[in-house]
């Protein structure tokens, strides 16, 4: 499909062309391909973890916290957040993050906590 059409696309939609699928070079043919066999898995990914950090800023806002979204590490994301306000950002970052997108496997998140990243985990 990819070699036909010249682009792959996200469940989201979004478009990556890869011209290297018409390449005659076999080395950039074959990046091409590892790029069309990819984009879908990664580019969806992306598209879900920005959809869930949108929701997860919106809901922040919303709520008046003080808490703030730091960092994106693939799909994890890094929140600093007062000890008064733990438990409820918790269930917001999970219900954004599950909630981000339906998919016939369900997301499942897993929350780690500590006073840095490494801790966290």
Same mark, same amino acid.
């Given at each position: 499909e $990819?070699?036909? =059409?010249?682009?792959?696309t996200t469940i989201f939609g979004r478009k990556r062309p890869v011209p290297e699928l018409r390449s005659r070079n076999p080395n950039i043919r074959a990046l091409g391909e590892r790029i069309a066999i990819n984009t879908p898995i990664q580019g969806? $990914?992306? #598209? *879900? *973890? =920005?959809k869930a950090m949108n929701s997860l800023y919106r809901a922040l806002k919303e709520r008046g916290l003080k808490s703030r979204m730091v960092l994106q *590490?693939? #799909?994890e994301l890094l929140v600093e957040t007062p000890e008064d306000e733990k438990e409820e950002v918790k269930g917001l970052v999970r219900?954004?993050?599950e909630g981000a997108c339906?998919?016939?496997v369900p997301l499942k998140v897993e929350i780690g906590e500590g006073r840095?990243?490494?801790e966290a985990h």
């Open positions: $990819a070699r036909e =059409k010249g682009f792959v969806s $990914a992306a #598209d *879900i *973890i =920005k *590490i693939h #799909d219900g954004c993050m339906e998919l016939t840095n990243w490494r």
